[in-house]
C-alpha cells in the first residue's frame, strides 16, 4: 500500500504497488489533482454532513477561501499555512461534487494543486513555484504565474506564448534567469519544473529566433557585403558562404556538403528536430550539437546573409571531440563522421536501448537475415541520420579449414572505398656520373612498386647505359649519406621526399685487386679553433654533395686519394695554376726545360719537417701558386718545379671520419664502411672551390615527359572493395566449427543503399615504412543520366551528385573546399552549382 501524503483521512487514497504496476502507479499519482479548501468551511460542511439535517444552521454555504489569501486582488495564499489548521486537501472528484453542490464565492479561484514525487514520497503541493515570466525584447514587462513543481518546461512555453501573444510557430527558446544574474539555458522541454531546478523568484525570458536564423542573445558576426548591406541584403537561400576561423576549411566544406542534403536540411528548417531531441542518450552530446548545428543552418537558408561565422558550431565540436580543439588542419571525412553520429545520437527517438543477441543465418534466405538485422538496428538506432544515411552491408566469411560459411548484414553510415593502387612507381633521382666535368643528372624512372634497389639500378642503366653492378644508391640528406642501400633492399624504404643519388663506381681492368667503396664528405674548417669538444682541433661545417667512389686498396693513402680527389671534383672547383681573373696570378716555374720528365708532387699532408725546409721565400704571388695542383702541367721545367714543389700549399687536408663526418675518431659509428672527409681551408674554399657550379645539376630527358595520371571510375573504386580478401593475422575470425580462430576468407557486399550515399575515396595506401598519397583522377557520374553509378544486385538504384568535398584544390583560396547541387534546385535539369570555399559561395556557369 502507498499513500499520498495529506492527513485529511475522510479522502486518503490507497494504492496498491505490484512490481509490474510500479510505474503506471507513479504516472496515476502524478495526475492526481488535489484542492485546498479553508478549513472552518471544511469543517461546518463536515459537521452539517453529520447531522444529516438539511436546514440546519451549521449549512456550509459556498466554498470561501477568503481566509487563506494575502488579498482578493492577488489571490495570493499566505505564507506558513498548516494543513489541518488552516486548510483541508480533497481530491479532485471530491472537489468537483462539491462544487456543484455549494458552489463558490464569485472570482475566487479554485486551488488546484498537483502530486510531486519527492526523493522519499509523493506530496500533495500546496504552494507552487512562483515564476517572473518576460521576453528577451522587452525584458521590463515582467509578469508573474505560478507553476506545479511536477509541470514540464512546455507549459512555461504555452503560458510566455499566451500572455505575449507570441505569433504560433514561432521558434523560441528559454533562458533561466537566477537572483544572481547568471543565465542558463533550459534545453529540454519535457523536463519538469522540479528536475529544472526552477524554484520561487527566477525569471524565465524567451527570445525567439529572428527572421535570419540568428539569436537576440547571441547574435554571431555576419560577414556581409558592405555595411550598407548589413539589414538589406537578399541573397538565395543557401547560397551563404562559412568564414574561415583558422584552418577550419575542412569543417566549413564539410557543412555546405551537409547543408545541401535536401532530406536533411528540411528536417531541421522545419523544425522538427525540437520534438526529437534526446537529453537522456549518454552517447549523445545533451541535444547541443545538433542544436548548433540547426542553428547554422537556419542562418545559411535566411537567405540574409552573405557569409556566416560557425564560431559557437566550432566551440561545441571542440568541446565534444577533444580532436578538434584549437586551429590545426584536420581531414573533412573525420569531422563528417563525428557530426553525422552526434547528430544521430542527439537525434535518436530511442530513449533507452535494448539489449539484443545477434544471430548468425544458418542457412536462411539472405532476406530474411538482412530484414531481422535491420529491425534489430532500427531497435536502437532510430533518427533521421539512420532514414537518410544509413544503408546494410553483407558480410561473407568462408573457413579455409571447414568451409564454413557465416553471413552476417551489417549497417554503414558510409562507404569508404580503396582506389586501385598501382604496382609500378615513378621515382625521381640524381646519377652522378665518373666524369669530373659532367654535372649530376635528374632521371625519372619507373620501378615496381614492391621492388628492390637492383630494380631502380636496371631502370637507370637502360637510361644511362651504365651497367647495374657499376651503380650505388645513397640517401642523401644535410651534405651526408643518410643511408647507402644494398641491392637487395626493398624500394619501399625509400620516401618520395627523399633526395636519392645514384653513383657511377670504376671498374679496373684486371679485377685482381680488392676494390673499396668509400665514402667521401666535404668539409670547411673554422677559423678558429674547437676548445669546447675538448680538444684543440679546428671546427668543421659539412657542405656540398657527399661522393661515393670505388678505389683499389692500394691506393687508400693520404697521397694517392689527393690525387683521386682533385681529379674527381673538377666540376666542383675552378681551373688551377692558371691566371686567376681576381688575383693576377703568375706562376713562376715557366721558364723550365720542357723535356724533363714529370715528377709528381708531394701531397699537401707532407711531414712537418719536410714543409720547413722550404728554399724559396713566399711571396704574395707565390702564395697564389701555391693552391696548383701536386700535379703540375707537363710544361713546367722540372728543375723549377722540384725547387718549388716543398713550398707548395695543398687546397685541402683529408681525415678518417665516422658515418656523421663529425668526428675523427676512425670509422666509428660507420661500421664496415670507410668514411672520410675533405677538409677545406677557408679561403682556399672561396678561392677555388666554386658553390654555385657544385649545386647545379641537368635534367633528363625523362624529367620533360608529362607524367600521365590514372584515371580511374568510381564504379571500379566499388568493384574493388567488394572483391573477396582473406583476413590478416592481426584480426583472424573465430570459426564456431573448428573452434579456433581462422584467416578466413571475407567479401563485402552492398546490400541496401539509403537515400543520401555517402563516398569516401581512401586516398592513403599505407605499407609498413610509408604513407603513399594516391593522385589517381576518380571519374564519377554528376546527373541521373550519366551511365556507370549503378548498382544492379540486389536492386537497381541510381543517384545524382549532390556535392564534392574536394581537399587541397589549387583553383580556390582554400585547402578544402565544396562543389555543391544546390538542394535548393534539385529538380531542375541543371541544379544550381554552387563552389563553397572561404568566405564565399560562388555559381559556377560550367557544369562540373
Same mark, same amino acid.
Given at each position: ?21 510500479? @510505474? ?129 518546461? @512546455? ?694
Amino acid at each position: 500500500m502507498r499513500w499520498i501524503q495529506t492527513s485529511n483521512l475522510m479522502f486518503k487514497i490507497r494504492f496498491p504497488l505490484r512490481n509490474s504496476q510500479q @510505474r503506471s502507479v507513479k504516472t496515476e499519482a502524478f495526475c492526481c489533482r488535489w484542492y485546498v479548501v479553508e478549513r472552518r468551511w471544511y469543517e461546518q460542511w463536515k459537521g452539517f454532513v453529520e447531522t444529516g439535517d438539511q436546514n440546519s444552521s451549521s449549512f456550509p454555504g459556498q466554498i470561501d477561501n477568503t481566509e487563506l489569501f494575502e488579498d482578493l486582488d492577488s489571490y495570493h495564499l499566505k505564507e506558513r499555512l498548516v494543513e489541518n489548521e488552516d486548510f483541508m486537501l480533497v481530491p479532485a472528484e471530491a472537489w468537483h461534487k462539491l462544487l456543484t453542490w455549494y458552489g463558490m464565492v464569485d472570482g475566487q479561484p479554485p486551488l488546484e494543486r498537483k502530486v510531486v514525487d519527492l526523493p522519499s514520497t509523493l506530496k500533495v503541493e500546496v504552494y507552487p513555484v512562483e515564476i517572473f515570466l518576460c521576453l528577451h525584447s522587452n525584458m521590463e514587462n515582467v509578469i508573474t504565474s505560478q507553476f506545479s513543481r511536477a509541470d514540464n518546461i @512546455r507549459e512555461l512555453v504555452f503560458a510566455i506564448c499566451e500572455a505575449f501573444s507570441v505569433p504560433p510557430g514561432s521558434e523560441c527558446r528559454l533562458w533561466m534567469k537566477s537572483s544572481d544574474s547568471s543565465c542558463e539555458r533550459l534545453r529540454n522541454i519535457h523536463m519538469s519544473v522540479l528536475d529544472a531546478c526552477l524554484s520561487s523568484g527566477m525569471t524565465v525570458i524567451m527570445e525567439t529566433r529572428n527572421a535570419d536564423g540568428t539569436w537576440p542573445s547571441s547574435r554571431p558576426q555576419i560577414m556581409r557585403n558592405s555595411v550598407e548591406d548589413q539589414d538589406s541584403y537578399r541573397g538565395q537561400p543557401g547560397v551563404c558562404g562559412l568564414t574561415n576561423l583558422g584552418n577550419t576549411c575542412f569543417m566549413n566544406s564539410a557543412l555546405q556538403c551537409l547543408s545541401n542534403t535536401a532530406p536533411l536540411t528540411e528536417y531541421f528548417l522545419q523544425s522538427s528536430y525540437l520534438e526529437e531531441l534526446n537529453f537522456t542518450n549518454p552517447l549523445g552530446m545533451k541535444g547541443e550539437i545538433a542544436e548548433a548545428y540547426a542553428d547554422v543552418i537556419k542562418q545559411m537558408w535566411s537567405g540574409r546573409h552573405y557569409s556566416v561565422v560557425p564560431r559557437v558550431f566550432k566551440t561545441k565540436v571542440g568541446h565534444f571531440a577533444s580532436q578538434f580543439l584549437g586551429y590545426q588542419q584536420h581531414d573533412s571525412q573525420e569531422l563528417l563522421s563525428f557530426l553525422l553520429d552526434g547528430l544521430h545520437e542527439d537525434l535518436n527517438r530511442v530513449k533507452n536501448k535494448e539489449y539484443i543477441e545477434l544471430r548468425d543465418a544458418d542457412g536462411r534466405p539472405d532476406q530474411e537475415v538482412a530484414e531481422e538485422a535491420w529491425r534489430n538496428h532500427r531497435r536502437r538506432n532510430d533518427s533521421v541520420i539512420v532514414d537518410t544515411f544509413h544503408g546494410l552491408f553483407k558480410s561473407t566469411l568462408v573457413c579455409p579449414e571447414c568451409h564454413k560459411v557465416s553471413v552476417t548484414f551489417d549497417p554503414f553510415c558510409y562507404l569508404s572505398v580503396p582506389l586501385p593502387v598501382s604496382k609500378e612507381r615513378v621515382m625521381e633521382v640524381f646519377f652522378v656520373s665518373l666524369d669530373p666535368y659532367a654535372k649530376p643528372a635528374q632521371h625519372r624512372v619507373v620501378v615496381p612498386k614492391a621492388g628492390k634497389v637492383s630494380d631502380l639500378c636496371s631502370a637507370l642503366s637502360e637510361m644511362t647505359s651504365i651497367p647495374p653492378t657499376q651503380m650505388v644508391v645513397a640517401d642523401v640528406f644535410n651534405h651526408r649519406f643518410y643511408k647507402i642501400y644494398n641491392t637487395d633492399e626493398s624500394l619501399s624504404c625509400i620516401l618520395d621526399r627523399d633526395d636519392i643519388f645514384v653513383y657511377e663506381l670504376s671498374v679496373l681492368e684486371e679485377q685482381q685487386e680488392e676494390q673499396v667503396l668509400l665514402a667521401l664528405y666535404l668539409r670547411e674548417r673554422s677559423h678558429y679553433r674547437d676548445y669546447g669538444s675538448g680538444s684543440s682541433s679546428y671546427g668543421t661545417t659539412l657542405f656540398g654533395h657527399p661522393l661515393l667512389l670505388s678505389v683499389p686498396r692500394s691506393s687508400c693513402s693520404r697521397e694517392a686519394l689527393y690525387n683521386l680527389f682533385l681529379n674527381g671534383s673538377q666540376n666542383q672547383t675552378e681551373p688551377l695554376c692558371n691566371a686567376d681573373a681576381n688575383t693576377d696570378a703568375v706562376d713562376p716555374c715557366e721558364t723550365t726545360d720542357p723535356t724533363d720528365p714529370t715528377e709528381p708532387t708531394e701531397p699537401g699532408s707532407a711531414p712537418p719537417a719536410e714543409q720547413s725546409q722550404q728554399p724559396c721565400d713566399t711571396t704574395e704571388e707565390d702564395k697564389q701558386e701555391e693552391a696548383c695542383s701536386p700535379s703540375p702541367p707537363a710544361n713546367e721545367q722540372p728543375a723549377k718545379r722540384r725547387t718549388c714543389r716543398k713550398r707548395r700549399k695543398s687546397l685541402f687536408t683529408i681525415q678518417a671520419v665516422n658515418s656523421n663526418g663529425t668526428t675523427e675518431r676512425g670509422s666509428g659509428e660507420g661500421g664496415t664502411q670507410p668514411y672520410v672527409a675533405i677538409d677545406w681551408d677557408p679561403e682556399m674554399k672561396k678561392r677555388f672551390y666554386n658553390e654555385n657550379e657544385a649545386e647545379k645539376y641537368v635534367k633528363h630527358a625523362s624529367m620533360e615527359v608529362p607524367q600521365q595520371q590514372t584515371t580511374v571510375q568510381l564504379q571500379e573504386c566499388i568493384e574493388l572493395f567488394t572483391t573477396v580478401e582473406t583476413l590478416e593475422e592481426e584480426n583472424p575470425w573465430y570459426c564456431p566449427v573448428c573452434k579456433k580462430h581462422q584467416l578466413a576468407t571475407k567479401k563485402l557486399d552492398l546490400w541496401s543503399l539509403p537515400e543520401v550515399l555517402i563516398i569516401h575515396l581512401k586516398r592513403f595506401s599505407y605499407t609498413k615504412f610509408t604513407r603513399e598519397k594516391l593522385d589517381s583522377i576518380v571519374d564519377f557520374p554528376l546527373r541521373d543520366g550519366d551511365a556507370g553509378f549503378v548498382y544492379f544486385e540486389p536492386v537497381m538504384t541510381k543517384y545524382h551528385n549532390v556535392g564534392l568535398l574536394d581537399s587541397a584544390v589549387a583553383a580556390v583560396d582554400a585547402h578544402c573546399c565544396a562543389l555543391v547541387n544546390s538542394c535548393a534546385a534539385v529538380s531542375s535539369p541543371r541544379g544550381l552549382k554552387t563552389c563553397c570555399s572561404d568566405l564565399k559561395s560562388a555559381r559556377l556557369q560550367a557544369n562540373w
